[in-house]
């Protein structure tokens, strides 16, 4: 069986209307959120960490597990379903990144996918060739290369960040990037601060020297609409278990360098993508469960994005997320006015409501007086979820000096977040502050 070419779909431009979202039918959407503990609702602000999951994922995971669990490739029913879901899976990855079928490869994870494709893209790399990775990013795409150059003998370059603006040093590309440059790894969305940034134009750097370009989607990917061939990149990574889906990664990596990589792969496996890149059988499951998430978002394309259900499922995913994008930008703006509010928290990222479509709604800070576990074991008690520490944002934690101090809280908002659980998380806020002041 080979996996059919998706060809990306030319994109209608999408006009989002925030009025039409309807925060109740997306939450009815997801069991998680109707849980409670001892009468208490939880508020998940966890999700940058981990995101949860709508009832149609576990649906799908179920179906494969009850109705269809079978290797693929047999000749009886079971196994053609097996046949089916690997197709279509592939298909709804590539419909999600703008690529096609055969430029997708699923994994664990994002950080065991770059571990698996590092040993590939470093087999040629020679002493004093040149790689540059970023201080803004996951160590899930700076400890792959770090070990594969430091394997070859190769220099590595560091883009930094500013850490006022919370943004990339952009001016020092051309001193960074030059004819040694084999690879240049950088961060869409930042786990930490929340910045997107600026990829397509790094990755054009990149592309002027040749090398080859990776950009980890992992923290954009739940909140804008990707696209690879508009950023231009030959991989581009991120993990379902952010975007709604189960735990499972997904790499984008362009035809022309998938052609020319020598496959780490059994002998028997077959030379036809996925099974080429893609090691070990498929966990059947997890790609059902990350195609239900995928048409989770074209879902919300259909109800609140204006995009009827007869449009391509990449029309309805672009929809479904620029109106998500919408709904979170109320949110953020409301978080964001909050938070300036609080005495003694320090935010680690632009404050600006001016400029919300330069971020993410994640929000990393510290609070005088209280360690960031502190603060999260405080909303812990009013079941309000969040994060604290450095969250593998390792080279970044270490430039702002926070890595030995126990990091920063995070709090990270989603489309399924409610403005009733964005003003108990401020009160939670408010009230631990003036306790300490
Ligand atoms: C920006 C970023 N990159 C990479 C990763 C690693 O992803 P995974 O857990 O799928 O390996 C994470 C996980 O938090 C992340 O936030």
Sequence with gaps: ??????????????????TAWDIEAV????????????????IYLDAPGGSQVPRRVVEAMTRVLVESCANEGGAFRTSHDSDRILAEAHQAAAAFLGAAADEIVFGLNSTSLLFHFSRMIARDWREGDEIVLTRMDHDGNVGPWLIAAEERGVTVRWLDFDPESFEYRYEALDQLIGPRTRLVACNHASNMFGTINDVARIVAAGKAVGAITMVDAVQSAPHIPLDVKAIGCDLLACSAYKFFGPHAGVL??????????????????????????????????????????????????????GTPASQPLRTRIVAGLEAATAYEARLMDRFLAGLADIDGISLFGIASRNRLDARVPTFSFRLKGQT????????????IYGWAGDFYAHEASGALGLRESGGVARLGLSHYTSLAEVEATLDALTRLAAAKA
């Design 1 to 18: 069986m080979t996996i059919a070419n998706l060809t990306a779909t030319a994109l209608a431009p999408q006009t989002a209307n925030p």
């Design 27 to 42: 939450r009815a959407a997801f069991p998680a959120l109707s849980l409670s503990d001892d009468g208490r609702p939880r």
């Design 252 to 305: 984008y990596v362009r035809d022309e360098l998938r052609d020319r990589l020598v496959p780490l792969k059994v002998r028997p496996a077959s030379m036809d993508m996925p099974w080429r890149l893609a090691p070990g059988t498929p966990a059947f499951e997890q790609l059902a469960g990350t195609q239900a998430a995928i048409e989770h978002m074209a879902w919300l394309g259909e109800a609140f994005g």
């Design 372 to 383: 960031p576990q502190a603060i999260m074991a405080h909303l812990a008690e009013r079941n």
